[in-house]
């Protein structure tokens, strides 16, 4: 463990740690963040007011349209001078959401990031190929200084020009590759097509950024014969590190001396128990550059406090179902991408990208799953493949109840992504 006297703390350590970070965060962002202010007063709720952890569900949430109403720096606790990093969001509609970092921040990120990375199974004698973009997004940087900090060895990759990437994969002798799920599963493909992956050295693949399913994960172990681990995190509440999965995958574990979750049903305003599934709020307990209280993350989960096998005792969040936002609703059924794809990965023919195409057809939601075959010859031979066909549309039913169309394609015939894939088209948006 990177930080044993938190990582193993007893809960009651945990939760009085918490509640005393989380009453000077509150009077911080309070008198320095015009934006609390105006929220608390208006509701007449003072810093003070705040006595137990529960107390917390008196604050207001802060949303996604606050960071973007307070663009670019107005949600900044400290001067300017003090901040000694900007990142932003790649969103790709309106303004981006913006972090600043104090010198504190990124040493306390750093931190975060070396723990996630010891629960995955790394050490300092690791060879990082960080393959996340380097820039405004907070994946390349932020796993960079936690490996660093770590005291493994980093190549600052970024992504992109994915032969080369191959190629260094194998002369520098990576052994733990940072990716998205996607762009990793676009490596191993590439690594494949160009008879090297026996050549390969890696022997954990560490995802996050983009949601994945339990047999996306079994298929790179299966490719990459690697250990494939999670971490969570978003740009809002500083970017990557809010939690991680350890060796035992049973949820990742959250850095809970720096943030504090919560799972919440909006609509009904209520803070849910622990097991059930809602929306994940997030309050930075120690952000110096720019706190955020209650950050409703769109993000879907649940927690458990239940001590885990691997020794550490701070909450689990289980794998992000998806985004609030991205859940489709198709004739007045919810289906989330990742139901889709936990049915096309466990299916041996069928390649690992797909896509889907959601329309409106005389007044009618249609649904229709593209996905690359595994081998050609399969698409020449129209019995094996009308028989592969009716067996995806039944798991498909049997998954989200629901008529999906299918259509295999050859593989490599749908695009990659070198980021954040999109594997979702509306065309009812338009
Ligand atoms: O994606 C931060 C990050 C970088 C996390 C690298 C992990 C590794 P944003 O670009 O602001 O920040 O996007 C945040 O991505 O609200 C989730 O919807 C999604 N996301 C991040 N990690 C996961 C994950 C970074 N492990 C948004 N599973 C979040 C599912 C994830 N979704």
Redesign the pocket.
């Known amino acids: 463990m990177f930080s044993p006297e938190i990582e193993k703390a007893d809960r009651k350590t945990i939760r009085e740690m918490q509640l005393e970070r989380l009453k000077h965060i509150v009077a911080y962002a309070y008198e320095r963040v015009p934006m609390y202010k105006e929220r608390f007063d208006a509701i007449g709720l003072r810093p003070e007011h705040i006595k137990t952890l529960k107390d917390i569900e008196h604050i207001p949430y802060t949303t996604k349209d606050d960071l973007r109403d307070n663009y670019p720096f107005k949600l900044f606790a400290v001067p300017m001078k003090q901040i000694i990093r900007l990142h932003a969001?790649?969103g790709t509609t309106g303004k981006p959401?913006v972090c600043g970092y104090t010198r504190k921040d990124l040493d306390n990120w750093s931190t975060c990031i070396a723990r996630i990375l010891t629960m995955a199974g790394a050490t300092d004698e690791d060879i990082f190929h960080v393959a996340?973009g380097y820039g405004l997004?907070?994946?390349g940087f932020?796993?960079h200084y936690g490996i660093e900090k770590l005291g493994a060895t980093v190549v600052p990759v970024s992504s992109g020009n994915t032969e080369r990437q191959i190629m260094l994969l194998k002369d520098f002798g990576a052994t733990a590759l940072i990716a998205t799920p996607s762009y990793a599963m676009y490596l191993a493909e590439t690594a494949k097509k160009m008879g090297v992956l026996q050549d390969l050295k890696l022997r954990l693949v560490c995802m996050?950024?983009?949601?994945?399913t339990a047999e996306m994960h079994r298929s790179l172990q299966e490719i990459f014969g690697a250990f494939p681990t999670?971490?969570?995190?978003?740009?809002?509440v500083g970017?990557?590190g809010v939690s991680g999965e350890c060796r035992e995958k049973a949820g990742m574990h959250i850095n809970e001396d720096m943030f504090y979750p919560e799972i919440a049903n909006i609509e009904a305003g209520k803070t849910l128990p622990e097991g059930e599934r809602g929306e994940l709020l997030i309050t930075t307990l120690t952000k110096e550059g720019m706190p955020v209280l209650r950050y409703r993350?769109?993000?879907i989960t649940s927690l458990t406090y239940e001590p885990c096998k691997c020794g550490r005792t701070t909450a689990r969040m289980a794998?992000?179902v998806g985004?609030t936002d991205d859940m489709l609703i198709i004739r007045g059924v919810n289906v989330f991408p990742s139901q889709i794809e936990s049915v096309l990965m466990a299916m041996p023919e069928l390649g690992k990208t797909y896509e889907i195409i959601v329309d409106r057809v005389n007044y009618m939601d249609t649904i229709e799953v593209r996905v690359e075959v595994g081998d050609t010859g399969l698409l020449t031979d129209y019995s094996k493949l009308e028989e592969l066909v009716a067996r995806i549309k039944h798991k498909l039913r049997v998954v989200v109840q629901l008529d999906v169309k299918v259509k295999l394609v050859e593989p490599f015939s749908i695009r990659r992504a070198e980021g954040k894939v999109k594997r979702v088209t509306d065309l009812r948006k338009k």
């Open positions: 969001s790649s959401v996340f997004f907070t994946g932020g796993l996050g950024a983009e949601a994945s999670e971490n969570y995190g978003l740009t809002e970017g990557p993350t769109k993000d794998r992000v985004r």
